[in-house]
């Protein structure tokens, strides 16, 4: 008999982290250079974004960002996002924190792959 394997989240939490990763993913040319630019001038820390409030601009709406020192990311009190920061690799990683509504924090440590190395991935599709 297979056991039943735990799932690490809810639904709600798997899609929400799944959404999240996409737009993340689809924000990464900003939010690259912004952490590395930050890890330069204060050190260790992470992008904020606010996603509680849009600010209209030429292209469209965004959210406000904006880079924190790892001192700052301490006194906010979120464990996971201090563990994050402490950890990440600043030569390839960036820790990005999503503000959201009813006061819920979504950290999550960004891996960033330089385009020369990056694979044609589509040569292994079938």
Known sequence: MA?????????????ERTGDMGWIRENVHLFWPLAQQGYQQ???GAI???????????G???????????KTVEEIGNEETQRLVREYQ???????????TQDRVS????A??????????SSRIE
């Open 3 to 15: 056991e039943r394997q735990e799932k690490r989240f809810p639904d709600w939490a798997e899609q």
């Open 42 to 44: 204060v050190g260790r």
């Open 48 to 58: 904020v974004v606010d996603t509680t409030i849009t600010v209209p601009h030429p």
């Open 60 to 70: 469209g709406v965004g959210h406000l960002s904006g880079y924190v020192e790892q």
């Open 90 to 100: 600043p030569q390839g990683e960036f820790v990005a924190t999503l503000l959201k």
């Open 107 to 110: 950290s999550y440590r960004i």
């Open 112 to 121: 960033v792959i330089p385009a020369e190395h990056r694979e044609d991935l």
